[in-house]
């Protein structure tokens, strides 16, 4: 390219464009699997019930991993060099 021409500077490593594509996975997700799990159930209460289940498990994964990474950060510097406990 000529040093005079203007051109988008390239920002996105391989690690955002997967990133944004696992991204996009579990939005089409979140838009389709209702209507699955609605059908397969039957009755509204019972739907209710898997989703209130799957947000609670979801919601402990996630706080199993911030307790894990912060007990990581939590180490003296001596302990951090041979990296976090799981």
Do not use: H
């Not at 690690?15 to 209507?35: A, R």
């Not at 706080?63 to 003296?76: D, R, S």
């Not at 302990?79 to 976090?84: D, E, L, R, V």
Request: proline share 5%; net charge positive; charged share 10%.
């Amino acid at each position: 390219m000529d040093e005079n021409t203007a051109a988008p500077a390239r920002t996105l490593s391989v690690v955002d464009v997967v990133s944004l594509m696992i991204g996009v996975v579990i939005g089409i997700g979140v838009f389709k699997t209702p209507s699955l799990v609605a059908a397969n159930t039957g009755n509204e209460t019972f739907f209710l019930l898997a989703w209130l289940l799957g947000g609670g498990i979801s919601l402990i994964g996630a706080l199993v991993g911030v307790l894990l990474t912060g007990a990581f950060f939590l180490l003296p510097a001596r302990a951090k060099k041979n990296g976090p406990l799981y």
